[in-house]
C-alpha cells in the first residue's frame, strides 16, 4: 500500500463533549497533541512504575469510548504495557470491577475521586496498586492526606478540559502537601488568568 503521511496538526480523533457550556460539542484531538500527551504520561507516569515493577504495566480500562478519558489507558498501548477492557456492567460495579483487577493483575486505574470512594469500600486500597490516575473532579484535602500515605502506590491528580487532549496538568500527589492541579503536559504552558 501507498505510505501516507500524517501532519501533526492533522486530525486523530472526533469526540463530542459538554465542558464548561452545557451544550454538546465536537472536539478535534490531533495528532500532534495526542502524542505530546503519550510523551508526558510515557516520562511521567509509566517509565517511573515501569523501573519500579521491572516489567511492563496492566492498565485498566475502565471508561465508556465516548469519555476522553479512555485514552488515559490506551496510550499505554504506544509504550508497550497491556490494556484489560473492562465492559459496561463491571465499569458500574464497583465490587465486580476490583474483583477484576485482581484476577488480572492490573497495575494501574484510571478512576474519579467519587469512583475512588466506591472502590476503595470495594477493597481497591487494600492490595498495592502500582499506578493510581484521579481526574474530572477536585480532590478533597482529607483524600489527598490519604493517597499520599499509600506506600507503594504512584497517585497523580489529572485535569484537563478536552479542548487540551484528556490533561493539561498532572500532579505527583506525593510532592505536594495539598491538593493542587500541577505542573502542564510536555508542549504545554499554564497560565493563570484570575483569582
Not at 144 to 168: F, H, M, Q
Request: proline letters at 5%; one cysteine or more; a negative charge.
Amino acid at each position: 500500500p501507498p505510505g501516507i503521511g500524517v501532519h501533526r496538526d492533522q486530525s486523530a480523533y472526533l469526540i463530542f463533549t459538554s465542558g464548561s457550556t452545557g451544550e454538546p460539542k465536537g472536539v478535534i484531538g490531533t495528532h500532534g497533541a495526542l502524542m505530546s500527551y503519550f510523551a508526558d504520561h510515557r516520562d511521567r507516569v509509566y517509565r517511573p512504575a515501569t523501573a519500579r515493577l521491572g516489567r511492563t504495566l496492566r492498565i485498566a480500562h475502565a471508561w465508556s469510548l465516548s469519555f476522553d478519558a479512555s485514552w488515559q489507558p490506551m496510550i499505554g498501548l504506544l509504550d508497550g504495557h497491556t490494556v484489560h477492557l473492562f465492559d459496561a456492567e463491571a465499569m458500574r460495579d464497583a465490587t465486580r470491577l476490583v474483583r477484576g483487577m485482581a484476577e488480572h493483575g492490573v497495575d494501574m486505574i484510571d478512576t474519579t475521586p467519587s469512583m475512588l470512594a466506591q472502590l476503595s469500600a470495594a477493597g481497591l486500597l487494600d492490595r498495592e496498586l502500582a499506578v493510581l490516575a484521579l481526574g474530572g473532579e477536585a480532590i478533597e484535602t482529607a483524600l489527598w492526606d490519604r493517597l499520599r500515605s499509600l506506600g507503594g502506590t504512584a497517585v497523580y491528580n489529572c485535569y484537563g478540559p478536552t479542548e487540551t487532549t484528556v490533561e493539561a496538568v498532572v500532579a505527583t500527589v506525593k510532592d505536594y502537601a495539598t491538593p493542587t492541579i500541577g505542573t502542564p503536559n510536555q508542549g504545554m504552558a499554564g497560565y493563570v488568568l484570575d483569582s
